[in-house]
């Protein structure tokens, strides 16, 4: 098969209406310290337990059309002796993989930060695609303070992110592009919105110079929301009109799918918002989707507790998560929905 039928075959299977992305692509320190705050112990046969229950509830492929993996769960088998990434596939869902190796500080530009993983990513690539990666995620953030994100850090960002996506074409790899504007700090939506259309104007310029076709991409954007210290929270229309005014000044139409990360918002937050950005929009030329990790995942991990009596009602608290963002992305949500979850 061809590079570009490659390509074209994972984006025809990702980009659905009414399906979006789980992301399970917490690094090992990340997932850590997720059980640690519900009080699951860390282990390696915890965290294979835990993605296994995920991805084999029964019906999740109705509403998650792939999944980002960490690399250790591409590796692992679950109880039944079926690799993860199978029982993903038999779902009907895509497995994909997170190959940054996470963030450092940036150099000459204090406060930012740029991520690395870029040495030997085809190598990388070659190997997850024998284990059945289809599509792959980096992740560059952008802290907001009065002083950032700099120049230098918005533009060092856009480039590897643009390197990133080149490379992972180039092996036949669809990748999720994450320019993740933090929710920390106590800003205005205001500048979360000036923020967040300068990274992704400088983004669309870096992946032009670096000849990525935009047809065979994802944009994992962060909505336009106020920071978590700026409360009263914006409601979701305001947070629709922002994150929509920002999409059109800088995504251009050949990226066939936008799919937001929840990036501390809560679960109802998270689907309400989507919610509105898909009632509020006229005629974009993208799917408006999701790819949240906490938002889909904070109510089956509460509720399972590493205990293995608990994974039906765990595994039938994501299934009703996963069905409420589906509804979201085709704009038939409501609120009254939240009822009957197994989140009790
Ligand atoms: P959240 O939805 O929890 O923000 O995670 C999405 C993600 O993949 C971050 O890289």
Redesign the pocket.
């Known amino acids: 098969m061809s590079i570009q039928t490659e390509l074209q075959e994972t984006i025809d299977s990702l980009v659905r209406r009414g399906r979006g992305i789980l992301?399970a692509?917490e690094s090992t320190p990340t997932i850590t310290k997720r059980f640690q705050a519900v009080g699951i112990e860390c282990t390696e046969a915890s965290r294979r337990s835990y993605r296994e229950l995920l991805l084999s509830t029964t019906g999740i492929g109705e509403f998650i059309s792939g999944v980002?993996l960490y690399e250790e769960t591409l590796g692992q088998s679950a109880s039944n002796g079926l690799r993860l990434a199978e029982i993903a596939q038999r779902q009907g869902i895509v497995p994909g993989i997170k190959v940054d190796k996470g963030t450092i500080d940036l150099a000459n530009a204090p406060g930012d930060k740029i991520t690395q993983g870029l040495d030997g990513l085809g190598e990388r690539l070659k190997g997850y695609k024998e284990q059945g990666a289809r599509f792959a995620?980096w992740?560059e953030v952008y802290p907001i303070t009065p002083a950032n994100p700099t120049l230098l850090g918005i533009t060092a960002n856009a480039e590897v992110l643009a390197r990133y996506a080149a490379i992972c074409q180039s092996y036949g790899i669809v990748p999720i592009v994450?320019p993740?504007v933090l929710i920390d700090g106590d800003h205005t939506i205001e500048r979360c919105e000036e923020v967040t259309e300068a990274a992704q104007n400088e983004v669309f310029a870096a992946l032009k110079r670096h000849r990525v076709q935009l047809e065979a991409m994802l944009l994992?954007p962060s909505m336009v929301v106020a920071g978590k210290g700026h409360p009263p929270k914006a409601s979701p229309d305001e947070v629709a009109k922002r994150t929509l005014r920002v999409l059109r000044r800088t995504v251009p139409a050949a990226v066939p799918s936008i799919n937001f990360?929840?990036?501390?918002q809560t679960p109802e937050e998270a689907t309400a918002n989507l919610n509105a950005i898909n009632t509020a929009h006229v005629n974009v030329p993208w799917l408006l989707s999701f790819?949240?990790?906490?938002?889909l995942q904070e109510p089956p991990m509460a509720i399972w507790k590493g205990k293995p009596e608990n994974v039906a009602a765990a595994q039938e608290a994501f299934l009703h998560r996963a069905r409420l963002n589906a509804a979201a992305q085709r704009g038939a949500y409501t609120p009254a929905m939240e009822k009957g979850s197994g989140a009790g």
């Open positions: 992301a692509d980002i995620k992740r994450e993740e994992k990360l929840s990036g501390g790819s949240y990790a906490r938002a």
